[in-house]
Structures are given as structure tokens and as C-alpha cells.
């Protein structure tokens, strides 16, 4: 049934659904990790993380409407060239899919979730059964993708929500210790310091997989017009990002007001807040957190990539390809995860900043209309920083420059400078190019 428009509280629950498919185990750890370290300096640091944390993939989710006129991912791409959107777009469903965080769904899942209440021995037995049953789970939510708005926005995210809930409201009236000191790099740049942290959570290259799950969503709901299904994902989008910012706000209180209790890295943080106010019981309750935050996550990865590749080859259904790449997350998690996060780090190095560059593109082409040459430089220029980082992660004698010199290379945008040349002199480029091509047609 075609409708006009969504009630608010079905945009609500959507937005809902996005908070869920964001919100994995990493959006989990980051912020606790960033307040212990920033401590009295938190609310600085978070003020940089929103930025690029939420601010950016915000972006993404909505970039693809703008641009897509059917949703789909590649669509950020083609005003470079055909050939080269389907690469990217490709890399970027592997890598972020299959090939990395889908099997890290599972496998840190099991890590923090359940290992805490396992004997030490056979432990490989233990994550065998374990990501049989986790992967199992996400096969059927991701089966079932028009359910996503039902079993993720209305039934799986207010019961997360309540239970975080808790234990911000918690920690909140019963603070364990003062804001401490801040360390490292949050002593002196505690915003730019936040910044860079937002921007490594490389939830923006998920946001432009999850925008199509969103976008078939409101089709699924009855709306086929792509200015109501911009309206509907401004709307949802800004749920989700209201969510995600006051999670985020609280986890990071949670880590900067906790550090007397001895505990490093987010994930033992959060454990011992749970123990210390719940005792075991506060335990179970984080290691349900963990798993209704990754349960949702998995299920939009695969489906998401799924749905992508059985586009591209419609002989092989959906749940075929489906069923391919959880039984290969499920593998991946029990033999190889830290092989594949060696080759798919790299990977996400090169397209991350091309990915934000062609995100930005597709807002500035409705200003100032660009041409193809624009594009091209930019993605050039671009390219040329993002390999070096990424040969950089495989192997630090590998880069073939000094990155750290460029203009806000601090804060991970070392690429911004030059991609705004590459912008400049592509367009310079193809007008040249533009005017000789018609002068020898005049011949």
C-alpha cells in the first residue's frame, strides 16, 4: 500500500532501527575508553567525537538519498566512472561485512559476553558452539529484512536502551570516584584528540551500507518518493544520532568517573561498573548489552552485503548469498579473524577517506554543481594520501611519504587539504580538456 507520509511514530521507530545497526560492541568500548582517558577533560573530548562519530555517518545515511534516486551505494560513485563505484563499492561490503566485522560480531560477542563465565579449558569448543548459535540468530534476522523496523526499532533497542539506561542513571547517582586526570593527548588537545576518535570508529563507511536497509525500509512501509524518503531518514537519522549522542555522553562519564576501580580498555571498564554496582548479576546484565548490541549489527552487515551482491548477480538469490557469507563470518571467527582484520584494515584505510570525500560531494554538487573532473581529482588526490596510510598499516616502513606534516594529519584528515587541490585542478583539468576537444570538432 503506497502512502504520502510516515507517522512520527513510525520515523521514530525507524530511527530506532538505525540506533541498533550503529551500535555494536566498538560504539560500546570507544567512549568508556576515551572518558577514562580524558577524565576531566570528557566533555571536551566528546564534543570532537559527536563530530566525526555521529555527525559524519548522520551524513552518510542521508548522502544516499540525496544522491541515489534507487538507493543504491554505488550511486555516491559513478560521477567518477561506472567501473570504478562498483570497485569501491565492492570492497567496501567485503570489508566491512564478511571479511571483518561481521565475524567481529561474533567474536567479540563471545569474548566479552561469555567467556567471563567460562572454565578456562576448552575454549575453542566453547566459541565453536557459541558463534553456532550467535550466527544462527543473525541468519534468521537478516533472512527477514523487512522485519528489521519490528524486531530491531520496537522490541530489541528500547530493552538496550533501558538497560544502559540503568546503568548511566546509576553511575550517575552514585559516581565511584572525582574526574580524573587527563592523560596522553586529552591532556592538551582533548577536542582534537575526540575528533580523531569519532573518525577512526569508521561508522561512516557502515552508514552508506546501512542507508540502503533504511531506504528499503520506507518502501517496505509504503513510501516511493524520494523527497519523502529524504524527510523520513533527516528525521530518523536525527533519533538515532539524539540515541547514539546521549549513550555516548553517558558511557564516557561511566569510564571518566570509574578509573579508581583499576580497570583498562573499555570493555573490563563497563564489566567492573556492572560488578560493582549489580555484583554477578550486573555481569549477566553487561554481557546482554554486548549481545543485543552486536546481534542487530551482524544481521545488517550481512544483509546489507547480501542484498548488494544478489543485485549484482540476480541468478543467485538472496538468501543464498546470505547463507554464504554468515557460514564464512561464523568460520572466520572461530580460525582467521586476525588475519583478515590485517588484510581488511588496510582496505578500509584506502577507501574511508574517499568514501567522506565522494559523502561531501554529493551535498556540494546541490550548491555547486560539479563535473566529472572534480570528481576524478579529487578521489586522485585522494587516494594518493589514503594508500600511503594504508600500506602504512600493513607495514610501517612501507609509506612512501611522511604523512604526519600534512595539514591536519593530527586529527586523521591528512587527505582534506589535498583532495580540495585535486577538486581544483580536476575541474581546471577538464575545462582545458573540454576546450580542446570542441576546437578539433570545429576542425
Known amino acids: 500500500m503506497q502512502k504520502n507520509q ?10 530506532l532501527m538505525i540506533f541498533s545497526l550503529f551500535f555494536g560492541a566498538g560504539n560500546l568500548i570507544f567512549p568508556a575508553e576515551l572518558g577514562q582517558e580524558a577524565g576531566q577533560n570528557v566533555w571536551q573530548a566528546m564534543a570532537g567525537f559527536l563530530i566525526t562519530g555521529i555527525g559524519l555517518p548522520t551524513l552518510g545515511l542521508v548522502s544516499i538519498a540525496f544522491v541515489s534516486k534507487k538507493g543504491q551505494t554505488e550511486d555516491i560513485a559513478t560521477a567518477v566512472h561506472p567501473v570504478f563505484a562498483s570497485i569501491l563499492t565492492c570492497m567496501t561490503y567485503l570489508a566491512i561485512g564478511p571479511f571483518f566485522a561481521g565475524p567481529r560480531t561474533g567474536l567479540v560477542s563471545y569474548e566479552i559476553a561469555v567467556v567471563p563465565f567460562l572454565p578456562a579449558e576448552n575454549q575453542r569448543l566453547f566459541l565453536f558452539l557459541f558463534t553456532l548459535v550467535f550466527f544462527g540468530v543473525v541468519y534468521y534476522l537478516a533472512l527477514y529484512p523487512n522485519q528489521f523496523v519490528n524486531r530491531f526499532g520496537k522490541l530489541i533497542t528500547p530493552f538496550l536502551l533501558t538497560i544502559l539506561g540503568v546503568f548511566i542513571i546509576t553511575n550517575l547517582l552514585f559516581p565511584i570516584d572525582h574526574l580524573q586526570a587527563p592523560q596522553a593527548k586529552y591532556a592538551h588537545l582533548p577536542f582534537a584528540t575526540g575528533v580523531k576518535a569519532g573518525y577512526l570508529t569508521m561508522d561512516t563507511i557502515v552508514s552508506i551500507i546501512f542507508a540502503t536497509i533504511i531506504i528499503n525500509a520506507t518502501k517496505n512501509m509504503g513510501i516511493h518518493s524520494q523527497k519523502e524518503t529524504r524527510k523520513i531518514i533527516l528525521k530518523s537519522g536525527l533519533v538515532a544520532a ?3 549522542g546521549l549513550i555516548y555522553l553517558g558511557i564516557a562519564y561511566i569510564g571518566a568517573s570509574s578509573a579508581s576501580l583499576g580497570q583498562t580498555g573499555g570493555a573490563a571498564i563497563l564489566s567492573g561498573i556492572a560488578h560493582h554496582y549489580f555484583g554477578p548479576f550486573g555481569n549477566v546484565l553487561f554481557g546482554v548489552v554486548v549481545l543485543l548490541a552486536c546481534l542487530p549489527t551482524g544481521a545488517g552487515l550481512l544483509s546489507s552485503c547480501s542484498w548488494y551482491f544478489n543485485r549484482m548477480f540476480p541468478n543467485i538469490s538472496y538468501q543464498r548469498f ?4 554468515t557460514i564464512f563470518s561464523a568460520a572466520v571467527a572461530n580460525v582467521g579473524l586476525d588475519q583478515l582484520i590485517k588484510i581488511s584494515i588496510p582496505v ?6 574517499i568514501i567522506i570525500v565522494l559523502i561531501l560531494f554529493g551535498f556540494l554538487n546541490h550548491l555547486v554543481p560539479l563535473k566529472q573532473g572534480n570528481y576524478v581529482g579529487a578521489v586522485i588526490f585522494t587516494a594518493f594520501i ?3 596510510d594504508a600500506l602504512q598499516a600493513v607495514n610501517a616502513n612501507w609509506q612512501y611519504f611522511d604523512g604526519s606534516s600534512l595539514p591536519l594529519a593530527s586529527l586523521g584528515f591528512g587527505w582534506l587539504v589535498p583532495a580540495i587541490i585535486g577538486t581544483l585542478l580536476g575541474g581546471g583539468a577538464g575545462f582545458v580538456l573540454q576546450k580542446i576537444v570542441r576546437k578539433l570538432k570545429l576542425v
Open 6 to 15: 510516515l507517522s512520527f511514530k513510525e520515523t521514530f521507530f525507524i530511527g
Open 242 to 244: 539524539t540515541c547514539l
Open 322 to 325: 546470505l547463507l554464504i557469507f
Open 348 to 353: 578500509l584505510n584506502f577507501v574511508y577517506p
Open 386 to 388: 589514503s594508500l600511503n
